[in-house]
């Protein structure tokens, strides 16, 4: 009988292929079409593109730090391996359980996106309203194809992201271009007056939802090509293209619509959610908006198989750790967590049903997609504040002299993730898009798990203390000669030994 595997395939991925798995959860074609709209309405209106790029420095702040811890933990754990590095056992049991929630949601919010926007958008308009699919059966075909790409192995899907990516920056670059060069960029945008008008703190939010997905890059750390390497540069490219990207089409629909009038004319279109696709009709024609709405369905197909593989990689992490069965830290031949995939498979379908079924005259838009993909956000937002806090506690406790990459930078992106969890939560509803009771008490689950990690981290520290050691076993998988390499260097810095000018890595 063929031996168990528990190993994730190894050196599959470069850099190129890490930025494209996590570009395509960002999914730019999505947020060009939503969430760039949203944030215009309800955010600081033609000050959108500064708020992004603010967003993206803080973003880098917090990659200052979070690149040096990722030089020495190479695990499949991500942030839940990083803050039990930086805050010990029990917080990063709770930032596991918060992180395994996420992206857990992420994909079921994701199923119920897909479905609609193929079956009730895509379809309609290419069959002139003849043809309407349902959001759940159509969602459901489009995530068994997922689920089949995902357990091929991540080369795969880093090959299949690639091309989805590519074709969705076209796009966005193509529209932004073409309004460059027929109407002009408005540099008004850079005043103050416009980058505070409205609400800035709104707007900052809303960028901030529009980076979702950037910080999977440690995930995939054991599936690296020289992960020390590898993965900080990954996160630092992955930050940079995301702003870059969002702040350029931001500014093309900002000047498209005159930057006095763009606050008004999104919110005229807030409840049509139509902004972008109108202005895409104006400079690319009807042809323009059709190929737009395909790329809107790839782009999304796109986000969810990377979001998929991110939260396979979580839930077989906390098997291997024996927090979950163990039984999900099984891989198959070509070195993926099958089991653990199909599990977040299970659950995303189920979920949706559990919302198709009661409430079947109402579109997934308004029922489960607020509640996956809020409640993801909002989640995800504070496991990055976790892990930030995590790398100034570790860096602080190790006494590294290293001030500015290990304390300042982590410091300051520790205190913009930390506003922008505090905001979300405050704006939950803008967040979620929803006012439902039942969307608004989505936050009080993740109260529930922080309790819940403090309850049974105890439990695991009393009846199963090696379960409860097994955690930094598993999750804190250090290079020993790098660990080595680091002392040294410090102990060479104390003593004088080492030039200034010699590097610190």
Known sequence: MAEARTDLARNKLGVGSIVFLVLAAVAPMTVLIVVLPLAIALGNGGGIPIAI????????LFAVGYAQITKELTNAGGFYAIAVKGLGKIAGLITGIIATIGYNAFVAGALGTIGFFAGMVVVPELTGGAVTLD??????VLFAIVFALAISGIQVSAVVLGIALVLEIIMVLVFSVSVLVSTGFDPAIFTPQVITGGSLWIGLL????????FEATALFGEEAKDPRRTVPRATYAAIIIIGLMHAFAAWAIVSALGLAEAQGQAIEHLDAGDLTLMLIGEYLGEFGVIVALILVVISLFAAQLAFHNSAGRYLFSLGRARVLPNWLARTNSKGAPQRALLVNFLFAVIIAAIFRFTFPEIPSIATLVPVGLGFATLAIMIVQAIAALSVVVYYRRQGDTRWWSTFIAPGL??????????????NFAT????????????????VAAVVGGVIFGFYLKAKKPEVYEGLSEDLEKFDEELAEARA??????????????EPLE
């Open 53 to 60: 790029l603010l967003v993206a420095l803080a973003l880098l």
């Open 135 to 140: 959001w759940f059966w159509t969602g459901l």
């Open 206 to 213: 809303l960028a901030a939802t529009a980076f979702i997905g």
């Open 413 to 426: 992106g520790f205190i913009a993730l930390a506003v922008f969890s505090v905001m979300a939560i405050a």
């Open 431 to 446: 967040v979620a898009g929803s006012e439902e009771t039942y969307v608004l008490v989505l936050p009080w689950i993740l």
């Open 488 to 501: 040294e260097t410090r102990a060479e810095t104390r003593t004088g030994t080492r030039t200034g000018t």
